[in-house]
């Protein structure tokens, strides 16, 4: 099956920098990558997501980027700020009614 | 349109006995998915209910069961409880492929 591996499992960065997370999966089939901000006490909220027919998708600070060639995509949120201090999860599933497998979170700091 | 909503939020059980937890989904969201949070393992996937059906089933034991209704809600349970059960349980709903989760129901075992 399905396997997401995840990285870094925690990340600390200055207010205003850059912050990238990556994940690689196992599955060339799988063709849809989400993206999920899970703030405490509460549930995943999705921030953004990529189906495999495109390489890049923006929305305002948030882009994600895919290589169906070396099975990776990553998470780039610029111009950081405190509230983005979350744990981020990414997921991939073969769309359809396949259901989504989660990498391990990456537990993001943003110091102000 | 109001997001997916879960009941109870916080449960406090005993080992051996049994649970039922309540996820209602977004209107018009056909299909319902539940996941089991933990520090040790993530995410995991249970199962999906999609028309009263279940769709596809995750990795764990027969103790834990499902159902959804006519109406989309759908519920999980949760018999003989252990220890190793304590964990946030998350429900999702979706039109497409696109998932959206509830704020999760934390159940403690003691």
């Known amino acids: 099956g399905e396997n997401v591996e995840q990285h870094p499992s925690t990340l600390s960065v200055q207010e205003g920098d850059s912050a990238v997370i990556k994940c690689t999966y196992s599955d060339s089939a799988s063709n849809y990558f989400p993206w999920y901000k899970q703030e405490l006490g509460k549930g995943p909220q999705l921030i953004i997501d990529?189906?495999?027919?495109?390489g890049e998708k923006k929305d305002q600070r948030i882009a994600v980027t895919l290589n169906k060639t070396a099975k990776h995509f990553s998470l780039h949120i610029t111009e950081t700020q405190p509230e983005d201090s979350a744990v981020y999860f990414c997921?991939?599933?073969?769309?359809?009614?396949?259901?989504?497998?989660f990498g391990k979170g990456t537990r993001l700091s943003v110091i102000a | 349109k109001a997001g997916v909503t879960q009941t109870p939020r916080y449960l406090i059980k005993t080992r051996g006995q049994q649970v039922t937890l309540s996820c209602s989904p977004i209107s018009g969201h056909r299909s319902v998915s539940w996941y089991q949070q933990t520090p040790g393992q993530g995410l995991q996937f249970l199962f999906e209910?999609?028309?009263?059906?279940?769709?596809n089933k995750g990795n764990f034991p027969g103790r834990f069961s499902g159902r959804q209704f006519s109406n989309s809600r759908s519920e999980m349970n949760v018999s003989t409880l252990e220890l190793g059960d304590s964990a946030l349980y998350l429900c999702?709903?979706?039109?497409?492929?696109?998932?959206?989760f509830g704020p999760g129901t934390r159940l403690l075992v003691l």
């Open positions: 997921a991939a599933s073969k769309s359809g009614n396949t259901p989504l497998v």
């Open positions: 999702a709903s979706s039109f497409d492929v696109t998932q959206y």
């Open positions: 990529i189906r495999s027919n495109v």
């Open positions: 209910y999609f028309s009263e059906t279940q769709r």
